[in-house]
């Protein structure tokens, strides 16, 4: 009951560090700098298998499960419940709607369009859209921002 109640809070309030907050209290294990959107929802079964790692940003009504558990008419074709953890690492960026499904590892500094459904690991520096998510381009760093800036001051400006 706590941490569906946890979960419900993260999901209406509209500050997206109180809601990585409220994630983290239910037992997502989570980095540094991670910002969670309103209506997102991480695995209301098994929040504690689910890994996101430092400056990942979650858009809103992103839904990621991290547990499989079939209806009494499906266990003889799917097998027992089971809970294969989902990975999104450093720097990711996950589009508005997108639904991970258990046992995905999404790499560094990806970015997941918007509506995608990810059914299978997405490799480092890789933007992937589509139903099921399919790498689409490889990212390549076009900008050098220097270290001793604050990453949430910079503004790039284009000719």
Not at 45 to 57: C, G, K
């Amino acid at each position: 009951m706590y941490s569906y109640l946890l979960l419900r809070l993260a999901m209406i309030s509209p500050f997206v560090g109180l809601n990585a907050w409220l994630h983290e209290l239910r037992g997502v294990v989570m980095g540094k700098d991670v910002k969670i959107a309103h209506d997102v929802l991480l695995d209301p079964m098994e929040p504690d298998s689910i890994f996101i790692e430092h400056e990942v940003t979650i858009s809103s009504r992103v839904t990621v499960y991290a547990h499989i558990n079939p209806t009494a008419v499906m266990y003889a074709y799917m097998g027992p419940r089971r809970v294969d953890p989902v990975r999104i690492k450093r720097g990711t960026w996950i589009g508005t709607g997108a639904l991970i499904l258990p046992g995905v590892t999404i790499g560094e500094y990806c970015v997941i369009g918007a509506g995608a459904v990810v059914t299978s690991d997405i490799p480092d520096h890789t933007l992937a859209l589509g139903v099921p998510a399919r790498p689409v381009k490889l990212l390549e760093k076009k900008f050098h921002i220097k270290e001793d800036a604050t990453v949430g001051r910079v503004c790039v400006l284009e000719d």
